[in-house]
């Protein structure tokens, strides 16, 4: 069984938004186009309380800084994705009523989570990996935003976790900040993630 993992489609991700990543909306059409192709669709969602640790207006610093958190480096991001907001809803034209699940993350006021599967600290999970093994998926397709930090993360702890995984490029979009994107995909080719 395969399913498609959409990561991140949201408002504050697209052009316009509060981190939007370029051309975040070109994608849109593409994903909804494939998930007619996959036994489960799961979205994923970024979903901030406001004030989020991960905030640099929650420490008086310039977005895009870094600071040390007990879990690590923390990028310190723009406020973006607040839980009911504008800006955390899905892509108005992403076909968010055909998912199985959706996953929600980075609620923890305390700590951050760009992986669909553990928060930032890299033990407290998600659950998706349950529900995903529970149906007995093990073939994951990842598409979404942005491809250096959430696509990656995901990736490569789906692959860590024994899944295959396939990341389609041409339906995410990075970032890329300070090297970041080299870097996300050299980690996932070390992990196993195919990129197609």
């Known amino acids: 069984m ?23 909306d070109q994608i849109v059409h593409g994903i909804n186009a494939m998930m007619s192709d996959f036994d489960a669709v799961v979205l994923t969602q970024d979903w901030h309380p406001a004030g989020h640790s991960s905030f640099a207006s929650s420490h008086d610093a310039a977005p895009m800084t870094t600071i040390e958190m007990p879990y690590g480096t923390q990028v310190l991001w723009p406020d973006h994705c607040i839980q009911g907001s504008s800006g955390g809803a899905f892509h108005v034209d992403l076909e968010s009523d055909r998912a199985d699940l959706i996953v929600r ?12 599967f553990f928060e930032n600290d890299k033990t407290t999970p998600t659950g998706l990996e349950g529900y995903l093994k529970t149906r007995g998926i093990d073939d994951l397709t990842m598409v979404g935003l942005a ?17 295959n995984v396939t990341v389609r490029t041409d339906l995410c979009r990075a970032i ?21």
């Open 147 to 163: 491809t250096d930090f959430c696509v990656n993360y995901s990736a490569v702890d789906a692959a860590n976790l024994g899944f």
């Open 176 to 196: 890329d900040f300070a090297g970041s994107l080299d870097q996300a995909i050299e980690g996932m080719k070390q992990a196993g993630v195919k990129l197609v």
């Open 2 to 24: 395969k399913a498609l993992i959409v990561i991140d489609v949201q408002n504050d991700f697209c052009p316009g938004g509060a981190l939007a990543v370029p051309d975040g």
């Open 105 to 116: 993350k980075g609620f923890n006021p305390a700590i951050d989570s760009y992986s669909a």
